[in-house]
């Protein structure tokens, strides 16, 4: 079965300073994808990146990049210059596949942000 | 575009009644799963339905079911409700069934049981 592990509960950060949130993952299928999602106090679960199993650039999207080390299973999100809106519920996420083309989502237990000014 | 919608956004009910959740895709979406949060198990899967059938089910009590309609819109439904079944209920959607694609979450539906 697939596993996702954060191991921060949570992590305070000052205002503009870059920040790194960990996820380690287990599985034995050789093709899989890893995503991040953002949950902020209203509740909504918003993506923030992808990553592929067979990509071979860690992936961007603006002031997220994921540091994606397949060796050591490891695809923890880095945001640059962070801002006050990024306080939030982070959540790390490996999409399982089943049979004809559905999947589910199997989640870590997040790590709550807080940027303080 | 718009984004998934979900109604209500809050429901407080009381032990042994039914409760039905609905969710509207993001156009074009034919694919809704459905996932359970809260505070002791996290997110968890419930279900997942494309074209109007159940593909995947989690390991969840027959007191949980959905569908979904010809429009892609789906609901879910618990019938003799429980305390434990406090929960935000996340619908996800996502594009043609694909198994690569990304799932796009609604804003959720609050279930308080008392």
């Known amino acids: 079965a697939q596993k996702i592990t954060q191991t921060q509960p949570g992590m305070f950060v000052q205002e503009k300073e870059a920040v790194t949130l960990d996820c380690t993952y287990d599985?034995?299928?050789?093709?899989?994808?890893l995503f991040w999602y953002k949950q902020p106090s209203s509740g909504e679960m918003i993506f923030l990146i992808y990553?592929?199993?067979?990509?071979?650039q860690n992936a961007t999207e603006g002031r997220y990049s994921l540091n994606f080390q397949k060796a050591r299973k490891s695809a923890n999100l880095v945001i640059s210059a962070s801002q006050l809106g990024d306080s939030a519920m982070y959540f790390c996420?490996?999409?399982?596949?089943?049979?004809?083309?559905?999947?589910?989502?199997?989640f870590g237990q997040g790590t709550r942000l807080t940027i303080n000014p | 575009k718009a984004g998934v919608t979900q109604t209500p956004r809050y429901l407080i009910k009381t032990r042994g009644q039914q409760v039905t959740l609905s969710c509207s895709p993001i156009s074009g979406h034919r694919s809704v799963s459905w996932y359970q949060q809260t505070p002791g198990q996290g997110l968890q899967f419930l279900f997942e339905y494309f074209s109007e059938t159940q593909r995947n089910k989690g390991n969840f009590p027959g007191r949980f079911s959905g569908r979904q309609f010809s429009n892609s819109r789906s609901e879910m439904n618990v019938s003799t409700l429980e305390l434990g079944d406090s929960a935000l209920y996340l619908c996800?959607?996502?594009?043609?069934?694909?198994?690569?694609?990304?799932?796009?979450f609604g804003p959720g539906t609050r279930l308080t049981v008392l």
């Open positions: 990553q592929g199993s067979y990509d071979q």
């Open positions: 996420a490996m999409r399982e596949l089943i049979i004809q083309g559905a999947q589910k989502l199997v």
């Open positions: 996800a959607s996502r594009k043609q069934g694909l198994s690569t694609d990304t799932q796009y």
């Open positions: 599985t034995s299928d050789p093709s899989y994808g």
